[in-house]
């Protein structure tokens, strides 16, 4: 069964840095994608960006580019995919989500039905 959990993530000031990661557990198939989504309350689940398995190709929200970056790992048995987050924004608050996308090998994908398992997100909040 896929598992997908979110960690990092908390409070920091604008300009300041946050990380966030996201375990995976129970992908058995051998090309996917790894989102990130944010969503604040009353919005619909936005995409941030997303890793290709394959390739490493990575794509993001225009809003975001240059400030975050998507990365991932595998490093004693463990997966994960982290979410470097630099010259935050009071407008990047929001629930973080990290999904997965099966047999996604070119990034299309941005809108959360095309992604097949999802974490349960984890706050992050930019103070002005």
């Known amino acids: 069964q896929v598992q997908l959990v979110e960690s990092g993530g908390g409070m920091a000031q604008a300009g300041g840095s946050l990380s966030l990661s996201c375990a995976i557990r129970g992908i058995t198939v051998s090309s996917y994608a790894m989102g990130w989504f944010r969503q604040t309350p009353g919005t619909e689940r936005e995409y941030v960006g997303s890793?290709?398995?394959?390739?490493?190709?990575?794509?993001?929200l225009d809003s975001v580019k240059d400030r975050f970056t998507i990365s991932r790992d595998n490093v004693n048995a463990k997966t994960t995919v982290s979410l470097q987050m630099n010259s935050l924004k009071p407008e990047d608050t929001a629930v973080y989500f990290c999904?997965?996308?099966?047999?996604?090998?070119?990034?299309?994908?941005?809108?959360?039905?095309?992604?097949?398992?999802w974490g349960r997100g984890i706050q992050v909040t930019v103070s002005s």
């Open positions: 890793i290709a398995w394959t390739d490493d190709k990575t794509r993001y």
């Open positions: 999904g997965v996308r099966f047999w996604e090998t070119d990034l299309q994908a941005t809108a959360t039905p095309y992604y097949d398992f």
